[in-house]
Nanobody, 121 residues
Framework: QVQLVESGGGLVQAGGSLRLSCAAS????????MGWFRQALGKDRVFVAA????????DYADSVKGRFTISRDNAKNTVYLQMNSLEREDTAIYSC??????????????WGQGTQVTVSS
């Protein structure tokens, strides 16, 4: 059974930092592209960042470039999202996903339940 379990969300003040983790099981993590997406209240889910299996290709949404960093540890079957200089607009449910392909265009077939990130002013 495939499972993607996110953790690390919470409440943080604007300008602060959070580190999200996504632990995967039941799949061959090392061959998959891993992505982070977010969905704010009343809005569609959008791409945030993704990293290919070996880490060679990484892509970010323009809104988070320079503030967020995605990384992965294939030995731990875990992908991370380091979020710095958080803004109120970053408030959303953050979900990780796994698929095959390039960061923005991978066919993300597996999804986690998400973790809430709330940024207060």
């Amino acid at each position: 059974q495939v499972q993607l379990v996110e953790s690390g969300g919470g409440l943080v003040q604007a300008g602060g930092s959070l580190r999200l983790s996504c632990a995967a099981s039941g799949l061959t993590f090392s061959i998959l592209t891993m992505g982070w997406f977010r969905q704010a209240l009343g809005k569609d889910r959008v791409f945030v960042a993704a990293i290919t299996r070996g880490g060679r290709d990484i892509d970010y949404a323009d809104s988070v470039k320079g503030r967020f960093t995605i990384s992965r540890d294939n030995a731990k079957n875990t992908v991370y999202l380091q979020m710095n200089s958080l803004e109120r607009e970053d408030t959303a449910i953050y979900s990780c996903a796994a698929g095959l392909g390039y960061p923005k265009t991978a066919n993300y077939n597996y999804w986690g339940q998400g973790t809430q990130v709330t940024v207060s002013s």
